[in-house]
């Protein structure tokens, strides 16, 4: 795949329509169980893309709307959870290719700009993950629940991260 510019902005920053198209994108919706099921209208939408930028204020990390050649391609970053900060990545599926090169951007900006110590990855069990965590250098790390439901998580500190080679995308 050809080098894409990969940019993050604020989720506040992108159409609210494109958001709630992403937010009903019917591939994505079986891998997020929290999502509640039903339909993000442009209100409901308005008030997720709120309760996401209001981490930034309250843990100085945050998820951000992800740009690939400017074009919105998902959203993904950092949510805080009570066991750390938790890296979440969904794609449109035309940029689900993307998905190793941003992953390696947000985690250099995690580690590098945002001063995280450790990233954890919380994963459904609909998905199969293990190859492309070990990729990034996360190791296995249990369970944990959230809002009812458990996923497979998975932990990568800063020392596993700056010993691990991470060329840029």
Known sequence: MAASDITFVRLTEVDLDAVTSLLNEPRNARHLPLAGGEPFTAETAAAWVAAKNRQWDEHGFGPWAVLV???LAGWGGFQAEENGAD??????PRFWGHGEAITRRALAQGFDELGLDEVLIALPYSRHPDRAVARHGFVPDGEVAYGGVRFRQYRLTRAAWSAGSHPEP
């Open 87 to 92: 890296f979440a990545l969904v794609l449109r």
């Open 69 to 71: 050649d400017g074009r």
